[in-house]
Nanobody, 120 residues
Framework: VQLQASGGGLVQPGGYLRLSCAAS????????MGWYRQAPGKQRELVAT???????NYADSVKGRFTISRDNAKKTVYLQMNSLKPEDTAVYYC???????????????WGQGTLVTVSS
């Protein structure tokens, strides 16, 4: 079982990027999915989460600029990032709460991280 994140890169301030994170392997059920980020010298922080029913939650710093969504059939979570700022520069990590078999509990799994750099 793994989470594969993609979509990071270098973008100018005011630009946009779309991150994707796909879960693969033998998975019975997926609960919440989300994104965290970690800037150099700082602690990892929550960016956004989305429940299996589609309820969303955002950090105040990204509200109105970022949109989280998911495709349950593809076991994929997305993060559309618009109006990017230099302070959004960080490694972005996806997280998903996975149940691997019926009767198991949900456990959190992390993707490998994708670097987003916002700079002119």
């Amino acid at each position: 079982v793994q989470l594969q994140a993609s979509g990071g890169g270098l973008v100018q301030p005011g630009g946009y990027l779309r991150l994707s994170c796909a879960a693969s392997g033998s998975i019975f059920s997926i609960n919440d999915m989300g994104w965290y980020r970690q800037a150099p010298g700082k602690q990892r922080e929550l960016v956004a989460t989305i429940s299996s029913a589609g309820s969303t939650n955002y950090a105040d710093s990204v509200k109105g600029r970022f949109t989280i969504s998911r495709d349950n059939a593809k076991k994929t979570v997305y993060l559309q990032m618009n109006s990017l700022k230099p302070e959004d520069t960080a490694v972005y990590y996806c997280i998903a709460y996975l149940m691997l078999y019926m009767g198991d509990a949900y456990h959190n799994y992390w993707g490998q991280g994708t670097l987003v750099t916002v700079s002119s």
